[in-house]
């Protein structure tokens, strides 16, 4: 077989005589979980396809009969590919054109419900997990988004369950002092949101105040390629005005519409039927306390159907 099996909600299959190999059928199986482990630890789906590709052409070349759980050696196959990636992605981004961000998905309502999973996918907590070192970010991930053991995480980056331990702790308490707030409600964030939306359409500089957090965050990813804002915009005021100058604007000329990214509240903005621009919005607390606006085109192309996550 050639290139990557599709996703099992995307196969559909004639006859019983169409079934895939037991090999492809397991990988098709997890496939949506092996995503969403190298995208958590990329934070690039085209980087976490890539891994995905790498993972398929190793496991199609295993023994089954050798393999006592599948969906472990699968997951385990899948972290080294994607640490091997996301060494080579910090040397990308030492030279990367302004502040880099990860790249957006437009999830599935379920990704919303699952508050966990959503969390953890989050623009908020992907930055977070990119100040962790890749051995760290591995462990964390599988240990406190996936629930893996130590002794499964240990076979995965190579090290004694006892080391694994200890990373995981030390990654623990750098992710919890970095971490967004609590979780909300999903009617306040709606609420929230809706307010944001109107507030941003009519450029209302005192209804932005009245939604931003005094701490509100706003960062910018045009990769060189689109305009953005060079460095991170902090504080309430600074903010608004910002916003209350150049989105009305924008959005005279497209369409402003809500969107599921990453399992939060966005928006897309969009020119002549094109994405131009994804505004995903961290609420806590009833305000706005982070903004991430993507224009880089290439981090655009998953944008246009959702991706399915699963733990």
Not at 93 to 119: F, M, Q, R
Not at 237 to 264: H, I
């Amino acid at each position: 077989m050639t290139g990557t099996p599709r996703s099992a909600s995307d196969e559909r299959s004639d006859s019983r005589d169409d079934r895939p190999d037991p090999a492809t059928e397991a990988f098709l199986a997890h496939r949506n979980l092996l995503f969403t482990v190298a995208y958590e630890m990329l934070g690039s789906a085209a980087d976490a396809e890539d891994v995905i590709q790498e993972a398929w052409l190793r496991w199609a070349g295993v023994d089954l009969d050798t393999v006592r759980d599948q969906r472990a050696y699968l997951v385990r196959i899948t972290t080294r590919q994607a640490l091997t990636r996301l060494r080579t992605l910090g040397r990308r981004k030492e030279s990367y054109v302004g502040s880099w961000l990860p790249e957006p998905l437009l999830t599935t309502p379920d990704v919303a419900e699952d508050v966990e999973l959503a969390d953890s996918v989050s623009m908020a907590m992907l930055l977070v997990l990119e100040t962790l070192t890749p051995t760290e970010r591995a462990v964390f991930v599988l240990r406190e988004v996936f629930d893996l053991g130590y002794d499964e995480i240990a076979e995965a980056v190579d090290k004694t369950p006892a080391a694994v331990r200890q990373v995981a702790h030390r990654a623990r308490a750098h992710v919890a002092a970095r971490r967004p707030r609590g979780v909300v409600t999903r009617a306040e964030t709606r609420e929230a949101m809706e307010a944001f939306q109107r507030a941003t359409e009519t450029g209302d500089l005192q209804r932005l105040l009245d939604i931003l957090a005094p701490d509100v965050v706003l960062l910018g990813d045009g990769g060189g390629v689109k305009q953005a804002v060079p460095r991170p915009i902090v504080g309430a005021d600074k903010v608004a005005r910002v916003l209350a100058a150049g989105l009305p604007r924008v959005a005279a000329l497209g369409s402003l519409r809500p969107a599921q990214v990453n399992g939060y509240p966005a928006l897309i903005f969009r020119v002549d039927g094109e994405i131009d621009t994804v505004l995903a919005v961290r609420i806590d607390d009833g305000l706005v306390t982070g903004l991430y606006a993507v224009r880089n085109p290439e981090k655009l192309s998953h944008m246009e159907r959702e991706t399915v996550l699963r733990r």
